[in-house]
């Protein structure tokens, strides 16, 4: 027979009991006692389980015990009261009990919000149902999450925006939660959702707009910045109560992120980069508006079009959202943003430059001329060089250039390739360690002009010929470069295979004959000068005595 529930198995036996069976009948048909049968016949509903007796513990002696602490703590001071800690050694020392601190912590966590309820002395909080105009109010948060970063596991920060009528959300990651982060995700939502609400944004106390709370009443200190960026953009902020008692008043964000985490980042994603991780969260957000918010008969997208047209227009001018820093460059090339050092070009040592710092990168200025640009670090204490920062003191100092930091973070991030490598000990084997040195040194500051590619191509083809000069290798450079300009199909010869280019370098002095004009003037003629000649035979022959003298 097959498995069946209680309730159906009841419903069967009233079933067949109507139709004439017998008690015994059923017993035998239904594998039950006759009190089941009788049970059965009785009552549609089967009796509901008996709970077992609680067993009893080592705790139930102390029970009355932290009744009594609890109760105690209802008028002590807030910053004296009893943790579950406390309690436990209370109980142990005062009391000699043995029972264990999982056991305590059960129980505490079950009995204090019943006796906190008793006292009447928290009255319970009603939630009122609130209805949300088109276009008027959004709710704004951040939430962390966890990314496989080009191989590392780290945690940053999801910016979200979203409407409170549509549900409409902007979502945005970056490495950190800070001000920049803040304010670069509201200009990116804001100019997605193409407006600005009409009415209030509901925030939390985040330390990048609110710089003090002034007691439990809406009353705050907002940061300067944060006051010209709303004004900027005709936000007026509203904020909720500090802690877990306000966050029912932005639940539609709460949830939200939530919700969000859920479903795109789990598993964990894998991304080389924030950049290509922001990608995939605009393709996330675009497939998120097609769904329907619990019971709603239209999408997300389908509100959205109702509320986007009652949004206030944006401004025309732009917000500078970085904040600026104007540190010294120490003796390294280093400045120190926040708690992260960056290099910039070793000419500015000693000088003072001006860094605009962003979510994601930071901006060197030096005479408003861009001298450096760094994607930002995310852990703290961390340090990122550039290479090409470090090339005119490694010139004077070829030594240097086999243990720099710079030239290591090169190698990890793929720009210093092992054609480099190949290249870099050629020319040291024919031109010596320190000539070979200056020699690669030179060649990597062909890629301030050279694109990385057309340059790695140029060592390549200078190697397998043998030609270790950097002029050899900004000509081949530029050959790839043509080469890819204006693709021309290469002969295979009895060395090179069908399909792979031959490895030919032309010399600069070939190369700069090869690119003169041509040369249209007669060759040179020495007969005017042969009447020098006849002149110098005369002059002999008339002063022969000169001769025997």
């Keep these: 027979m097959p498995h069946m529930s209680k309730v159906e198995l009841y419903a069967a036996i009233r079933r067949d009991h109507r139709d004439g069976l017998s008690i015994r009948a059923l017993e035998r048909k239904y594998c039950v006692t006759w009190r089941t049968v009788r049970k059965a016949v009785n009552s549609a509903w089967p009796e509901p389980r008996k709970k077992l007796p609680r067993r009893a513990t080592a705790l139930d002696p102390y029970k009355p015990v932290i009744d009594e602490i609890l109760r105690s703590d209802l008028d002590a001071p807030r910053k004296q009261r009893h943790t579950i800690t406390r309690i436990f050694h209370r109980l142990i020392e005062e009391h000699g009990a043995e029972v264990s601190y999982p056991m305590v912590r ?124 709303k004004s900027h953009f005709g936000i007026e902020s509203f904020y909720c109560r500090p802690g877990v008692e306000g966050a029912h008043e932005k639940g539609g964000v709460e949830g939200q992120i939530g919700y969000f985490r859920r479903n795109h980042f789990t598993p964990v994603p894998e991304v080389g980069s924030l950049a290509e991780l922001n990608e995939m969260v605009e393709q996330w957000d675009l497939h998120d508006g097609r769904r329907r918010i619990g019971s709603r008969p239209r999408t997300i997208d389908e509100y959205f079009a109702d509320e986007q047209a009652l949004l206030r227009p944006l401004p025309h001018e732009p917000f500078e959202t970085g904040r600026t820093f104007t540190p010294r460059v120490d003796r390294y090339g280093q400045i120190a943003v926040r708690t992260n050092r960056y290099s910039v070009p070793v000419r500015l040592i000693g000088k003072r430059v001006r860094v605009v710092l962003h979510a994601s990168h930071l901006v060197v200025y030096d005479q408003n001329v861009e001298v450096a640009r760094h994607e930002r670090l995310i852990a703290k204490g961390s340090c990122r060089l550039e290479l090409d920062h470090y090339l005119e003191a490694l010139v004077r100092k070829p030594g240097a250039f086999p243990g720099a930091t710079a030239l290591e973070q090169a190698r990890s991030a793929g720009k210093f390739t092992p054609v480099h490598d190949a290249w870099w000990a050629q020319a040291r084997k024919i031109h010596g360690e320190r000539e070979g040195t200056r020699a690669l040194i030179e060649v990597l500051l062909l890629g301030r002009h050279i694109p990385h590619e057309h340059l790695v191509a140029g060592l390549a083809a200078a190697l397998r010929s043998g030609a270790l000069t950097a002029d050899a290798v900004a000509l081949e450079a530029r050959k790839a470069a043509q080469t890819e300009n204006e693709p021309a199909a290469h002969v295979p010869t009895a060395r090179t295979s069908p399909g792979q280019p031959t490895a030919t370098v032309t010399f600069l002095h070939e190369w700069r004959l090869a690119h003169l004009p041509p040369d249209t003037r007669p060759l040179p003629s020495v007969a005017a000068y042969d009447q020098l000649l006849r002149r110098r035979r005369t002059s002999i022959g008339a002063h022969p005595q000169g001769e025997a003298q």
């Design 106 to 229: 059960r129980y505490v966590a079950d009995r204090k919000p019943q006796i906190l309820a008793a006292s009447g002395k928290v009255p319970v909080e009603a939630f009122v149902p609130q209805t949300h105009q088109p276009g008027m109010e959004a709710e704004v948060d951040f939430g962390d999450v966890t990314v496989r970063l080009a191989g590392e596991l780290v945690t940053c920060y999801l910016f979200s925006f979203r409407l409170s009528y549509s549900g409409k959300a902007i979502h945005r990651v970056f490495a950190s939660c800070g001000q920049e982060a803040f304010f670069e995700g509201h200009v990116h939502a804001l100019r997605t959702l193409g407006g600005v609400p009409r009415s209030k944004v509901r925030y939390d106390n985040l330390k990048a707009a609110v710089a003090q709370v002034l007691g439990l009443n809406r009353a705050r200190v907002e940061t300067d910045r944060w006051i010209a960026f």
